[in-house]
Each structure stands twice: as C-alpha cells, then as structure tokens.
C-alpha cells in the first residue's frame, strides 16, 4: 500500500519558520519526483517546491522562492520542506506529492502527480 504522511504543520507567527516532513512507504522512493502543494480555503492547489528523484534538481514557485527550501532523503525515503520568514498568506493546508515521470515544465500540474498523502495544516498569524 503507498502511503505519504505529511507532518510538521502547526500555528507560527509571522516571520517564523515550521519544517514539514513528508514519509513514504510502498514504492520505490528513489525513482519518484516529491513535491509539496498548498491549498489555501478557495484557493486551487498551488505547488510551492519540488525536488527531483535524486535530489539533483529543484523547483519553487515564486511566492517562496528564497524562504523555501525542499529536500529529501533516499535511503530514508523521507522529504522536507523547511519554510522560513513565513507570511500569513503562507497559511493553507500543505501536501507532499509523488510523480515517477516528472515533466519539469508541468511540475505546477497537480494532476501529473502519482501519489498523494493527507494534508498538514499551517497556520501563519499576523
């Protein structure tokens, strides 16, 4: 069974940082593309970041780019999103993402994505 667990959310104030984690199981770890997307309340899905199956290429959106930072581990088959200098327009539920084939000029493309875990919550206040 494929499993993705997003953790780490919680209620921040502005300006702070939270460090998201994202743990897989049931799938070859090291093959897949994980992204982090947020969905805000009547907002789409937004991906904010990406990194490739060996780490050896990223994406951000440019609402975090420069205050994100992704990452992960293979043999852990573990990823991260370290978020700092966060703004109350940060806030939104966070998910983590798997895509075997990553197609890097559609990476914003929710649909293009594999696999899916549950959302954690982020909360920034003012």
């Known amino acids: 069974e494929v499993q993705l667990q997003a953790s780490g959310g919680g209620l921040v104030q502005a300006g702070g940082s939270l460090r998201l984690s994202c743990a897989t199981s049931g799938f070859i770890f090291d093959d897949y593309a994980i992204a982090w997307f947020r969905q805000a309340p009547g907002k789409e899905r937004e991906g904010v970041a990406c990194?490739?199956?060996?780490?050896?290429?990223?994406y951000y959106s440019d609402t975090v780019k420069g205050r994100f930072t992704v990452s992960r581990d293979n043999p852990k088959n573990t990823a991260a999103l370290q978020m700092n200098s966060l703004k109350p327009e940060d806030t939104a539920v966070y998910y983590c993402?798997?895509?075997?084939?990553?197609?890097?000029?559609?990476?914003?493309?929710?649909?293009?994505?594999?696999?899916w875990g549950q959302g954690t919550q982020v909360t920034v206040s003012s």
């Open positions: 993402a798997a895509d075997q084939s990553i197609i890097w000029s559609e990476v914003k493309n929710q649909y293009a994505y594999d696999y």
């Open positions: 990194v490739g199956s060996s780490g050896e290429r990223t």
